[in-house]
């Protein structure tokens, strides 16, 4: 159901954000009401149209350059930089008709269709059904060459736990663990022999609501 029914205003549209996606970060910041960077990690690494609000807390939060902030400050500074960022998508008449949406900040692009009722809202996947993507997908990028090794450890990986904790891999003689990390699929590869294949690799984009 369409939370914004006719072209809004930015300040309608800040609204109307609040409204759609403020309940899921107050249940992200719990009972103390304080959202961390590890709390919207994880809200990104739902698999329901929730995670939408993630990346614009994520924005909020780095440009602090705090580690955790009250998620009613965030929700103001939120709405502050919806109307702020909303302003090249106004028309002639003072609204954000559907066919601007591309003059919208990245962030809120999908959020406004959303609350336009263009995009779907989508009930979450299960937790076994994630961990079966996204073995496969670990799975197969090994298999085919696409995992991207990096050097070190990917930036947001502290705090956040393994979905899947081990996955054999005979051919390569290694096992992994698989974690989303800022709505990308990555694992963790060890062996129990000295191999150069040890170490993080990208996996790819995380599953999408279906």
Known sequence: ??????????AKLA??????????LRRAAGRDGVLTGAAIDRLAQETNTDREAADNAKAILDASGQRSMNVEKMLKLIGAATVNGAQNAVGPTGKIALERAELLPANLRPDFLLMRGRLPEVAPLSPAEVRRIITQMALDALDNGTAQ????VPYGARGVRALVERVEHPASNTHFRISIIRNQ???????????????WYKIGAAPSPI
Do not use: D, H, Y
């Open 149 to 152: 090794k990096i050097s070190g």
């Open 185 to 199: 699929v990555w694992i963790s590869r060890a062996s129990q022999v000295p191999s150069p294949l040890v170490g």
């Open 1 to 10: 159901m369409a939370i914004l029914n006719s072209a809004p205003t930015p």
């Open 15 to 24: 609204e109307g954000w609040e409204q759609r996606f403020g309940p899921p």
